[in-house]
């Protein structure tokens, strides 16, 4: 951000904090604003977090300070905030303190172990930060898939055909915002990255455009380490894996559009700059997006589905265990796609699925995880969060439980795993079958077969009901406190890291 640009961010700073007379005193550290506000309650959390280049804002009560998370330019943001508070609010004593306080805290990674948890706890930042904006979107459309469901399923209330137009439009409704993920964290990631938002939007819509989608579902004409040639870029084969609902390459392609965008700014003549710099930063970053992401992520997840199915055939109970346990952790990384064929080739071979049974206690231990945070959290707007994060991954839908608060604050995340864990344990012991796709709570119908197994219904009830104890006491004891909230904006300042890593 341009120092010219600190003039409108620091105004609506203030506005946010209450206004010029709500501030008492303002110091910094090295990446935050700290206010002491006359009457906190009138700090505007929600619409401070709006504001671009400012990475999160939280009250810190055992301080009793306000902060601002704005990262390396927190010292240009804090000049233009004292210019219109006046030097009634200085206090260089405490700040120069803050300061060094906070220097000492910076240290650098002992050992490549180190490295790897500072670069993981990163990339989890800027997924989450990317993913935050919409999460609102994905409850309402989770929710609203919940309802079609018990309005839709004959095993429930079945007041609405699966084959009407009604059920079309509404599913439509409910799932839009899933399909075209693409394209709404496209925008937000570029925000996140400082990158053009508009041109990573239409990247992220041409992965989802119908004939890319027509691509990915082309038969394969060879196989090349493992992965499916279905198509073909200027001659050389490449696989093209099915890009709706994903994040990842998306939130990669935000990140290669900056350097890319910003030297084409440096160099392009003026006249020509509106046109050929998006249409340049376009070509090269889907391109690169196409080649290498596409074939890589197919790559890898074709390798964990042949280690899942291995797992299977070897022992359904230890399958339980470890996909109950770590299955989520494919899914953040987009990498959970090459799983779904082996779960239509086993319900269309034996009419069941052995694998979907256990992937879904794993959807019940996310929304049990936001259930807990929802039960203790003090705090309004991280209540109503988790309250319709829960709902929706009862639902089937866990991405507003996962990036909106499970990940967000780590331990919820690792805490409800284990809860999938012993569903998927319990699952494995008894045999457990699924004979259909919709999972979760809401799916309850998919495991109800007298004739093949007359307690499996029984068996799934006990399953769920041990992984929502099991996530929902792991996360309300060690995974979750409000302080956790403080620590969450810390890691939002490692993603600011991350976002000035490239300088151009």
Known sequence: MAKEDYEGMAQDIIKNVGGKDNVDKVIHCITRLRFYLNDETKANTEEMSKVPGIAGAVYNSALGQYQVVIGPAVADVYDKVVEHLGSSVVDNEATNAAVEATKAKEQKPKNVLDWFKGAFQTLIGTITGSMIPVIGL??????????????????????????????TIIQSMAMAPFYFLPVLVGFTAAQQLKSDPLVVAAIGALLVKPEMIGLSAAKASGVLLGMPINAHFFGLPITIPNYAYSIFPIIF???????IGNWLKDH????????????????IVGSVVLVIMGPAITMISSGISVAINALLNFNYALSGLVIGGLYQVLVIFGLHWMVVPLIANEIAQTGQSQLNALVNFTMIAQGAGALAVFAKTKIANLKGLAGAGA????????????????????RVFWMANLGGATGGLIAGLFNLHMYG??????????????????????????????????????????????????????????????KDAISK
């Open 138 to 167: 994905l409850a309402a459309g989770g929710m609203l898939n919940g309802f079609l469901t018990l309005l839709s399923d004959p095993n429930l209330l079945g007041l609405i055909s699966t084959k009407s137009d009604t059920f």
């Open 268 to 283: 392009l003549p003026v006249s020509i700059r509106s046109i050929f710099q998006p249409l340049i930063t376009i070509f």
């Open 391 to 410: 709902l929706s991954a009862f639902a089937g839908i866990t991405e507003p439980a996962m990036y909106g608060i499970n990940l967000k604050y780590g």
């Open 253 to 259: 392609a935000a990140w290669l559009a900056r350097p």
């Open 437 to 498: 796709f919709t999972g979760s709570l809401i799916g309850f119908p998919s495991f109800a077969s007298p004739k093949d197994n007359p307690n499996n219904l029984l068996i799934f009830l006990i399953a769920s009901a041990a992984t929502i104890a099991v996530s929902f006491v792991a996360v309300y004891l060690w995974g979750f406190k409000d302080s956790d909230t403080e620590q969450a904006a810390a890691q939002v300042e490692k993603k600011n890291v991350f």
